[in-house]
């Protein structure tokens, strides 16, 4: 069955510089979840989209940005990089129109981030 | 706010003893559950779920209970093999209808067992 896909799975960028990170999310799934995870923590949320829309926001820093395209993948735009932003980088998706919670979340690979 | 709460590990273990990661969450209504494995190296795959109160999550040989009164959901295994070896993530989503997007982790326990 066709999974979540990420890319890049691993990503180094220097500190200031931008990262772009992309997932694709399972066939016919309508929302997108962002999650970061940083070194020994737990996933925390960041963003969500339903139908190209944002639909909730968590912890993301104002120099992240994300969006979601009409074909359903979804970008996240990371500029001025930390060395805080080095983690693994979780995509999930789900099939909200089903109508019936809980929205089951399928999560990707991650991508793993290194700021140096 | 929501919020879920597991043991503390690192937990060791031999092969072939019995598991049992200790997860209590705080939410408003009646969430839904989940426990999540993170095998080293890789992503998260969700290892069971339960969506109401007194339901049963089961896979793999792994069960947990969802305990409305005790606000519980604790994660057992009768024999642990050494693959079992992992971070194992108690999680939530709300049940309210704004917050039906984010899963909301605990901090994981981190699982060895050795032969």
């Known amino acids: 069955a066709a999974g979540v896909i990420q890319s890049p799975r691993h990503l180094i960028k220097e500190k200031r510089e931008t990262a772009t990170l992309k997932c694709y999310p399972i066939?016919?799934?309508?929302?997108v979840y962002w999650y970061q995870q940083g070194p020994g923590q737990d996933p925390q949320f960041l963003i969500s989209?339903?139908?190209?829309?944002?639909?909730d926001k968590g912890s993301i820093p104002d120099r992240f940005s994300a969006q979601q395209f009409s074909d359903y993948h979804s970008e996240l735009n990371m500029s001025s990089l930390e060395l805080g932003d080095s983690a693994l980088y979780f995509c999930a998706s789900s099939l909200r129109t089903s109508g019936r919670a809980p929205y089951e979340q399928y999560f990707g690979p991650g991508t793993r981030l290194t700021v140096t | 706010g929501d919020s879920v709460t597991q043991m503390e590990g690192p937990v060791t273990l031999s092969e072939e003893a019995c598991l049992t990661i200790n997860c209590t969450y705080t939410a408003t209504g009646y969430p839904s559950l989940f426990w999540y494995v993170q095998y080293p190296g890789e992503g998260l795959q969700l290892l069971l779920k339960?969506?109401?109160?007194?339901d049963k999550g089961s896979n793999k040989g792994f069960e947990a209970t969802y305990r409305k009164e005790t606000t519980s959901f604790h994660l057992e295994k009768g024999s642990v093999q050494v693959s079992d070896s992992a971070v194992y993530f108690c999680a939530l989503t709300a049940s309210r209808k704004t917050s039906y997007d984010k899963v909301i982790f605990g901090p994981g326990t981190s699982l060895s067992v050795i032969p």
């Open positions: 339960a969506t109401k109160a007194d």
């Open positions: 989209f339903y139908e190209k829309m944002q639909s």
């Open positions: 066939p016919r799934h309508d929302t």
